[in-house]
């Protein structure tokens, strides 16, 4: 049956998107193992996620596009004898192993450049931040205001540095565990999401899952250069990301590349990016209004 579908545009980033073309590929991903969403026609950022997540097992940099007749289309259809699969190597010591040859680019967005991945296939290579359009779609934001309500004051007083936690309620919620290659301290509903985060990392991206560790979840203190407004590191509901130790430079408006790969997954799973914040923070990501529901709705 996969062998009888053809393709008449390109699907994903940058891509023609005609919705049979988008209902094809979103089918055949279901049928690859893939996470794709709902085959409605549509290529959203699930869609565009389930397309890195399947090229991440052969190519070196995914690139989120499926041109006509390309090597991501063909193996998606079993078609052309695993075409445009090479013996490159990744990086030197980057553990990345044999991998695919360097994808086609992501093209253009309507508005918007999108960068292209780095040719050195090193994740932690700082590359523009993407469209606004192509992530946290369908994600809010919560506001200080709705953080406050939901869950109380997590403290009675906030600096620029961490604090402990010391609203009682909300501290007999909080735990620290595992999340794979890391340990987090926050609010048990949100570590057990980011758990669920990882593992679908680890199958999608294997060689990228160990090389992800964090800067810090909890953390009662107010944002960066603000004197009143609190952090969402506060709560137990945000958290920060490094790459083989390497944190993501704050407000220069770039994003290491690993994270553009992993952010699709954390948005499936109601996280929002910060990379969308007026002052891009690739590094964090914090539970959106819809995560943060059904965290309240969790705790005892």
């Not at 990392?201 to 294997?206: D, M, N, T």
């Amino acid at each position: 049956m996969a062998m009888m579908m053809k393709l008449n545009g390109s699907v994903g980033i940058g891509g023609n998107n005609i919705r049979p073309d988008v209902v094809a590929v979103q089918t055949l991903l279901a049928q690859r193992g893939q996470r794709p969403g709902a085959a409605d026609g549509i290529c959203g950022p699930k869609t565009i996620g389930a397309i890195r997540a399947f090229q991440a097992t052969f190519l070196r940099m995914p690139d989120g596009l499926i041109s006509v007749n390309g090597p991501t289309w063909q193996r998606l259809t079993g078609s052309g004898g695993g075409a445009g699969v090479g013996g490159a190597l990744g990086p030197a010591g980057s553990g990345l192993g044999p991998l695919g040859p360097v994808g086609s680019g992501l093209g253009k967005l309507p508005g918007a450049q999108v960068p292209l991945p780095p040719k050195d296939g090193n994740m932690t290579t700082p590359v523009a931040r993407p469209p606004a359009n192509t992530f946290n779609v369908g994600l809010k934001a919560v506001s200080n205001q709705m953080m406050k309500s939901m869950f109380g004051m997590p403290r009675d007083s906030f600096t620029q540095d961490c604090q402990p936690m010391n609203n009682a309620a909300l501290k007999r919620n909080v735990v620290t565990d595992n999340v794979g290659s890391f340990k987090a301290t926050g609010l048990r509903p949100a570590v057990a999401s980011l758990k669920q985060v990882y593992g679908e990392i680890a199958g999608a991206l294997p060689q990228l899952a160990p090389r992800i560790g964090t800067a810090g979840m909890l953390c009662c203190r107010l944002q960066r250069r603000s004197k009143t407004a609190v952090s969402n590191h506060s709560w137990g509901t945000a958290i920060d990301l490094t790459i083989n130790g390497v944190l993501d430079k704050y407000g220069d408006g770039k994003v290491q590349y690993g994270l553009t790969l992993i952010a699709p997954i954390f948005n499936r799973h109601g996280w929002y990016w910060g990379a969308a914040f007026g002052t891009e923070d690739g590094m964090h990501f914090e539970a959106s209004v819809e995560l943060a529901n059904k965290i309240k709705a969790q705790l005892s």
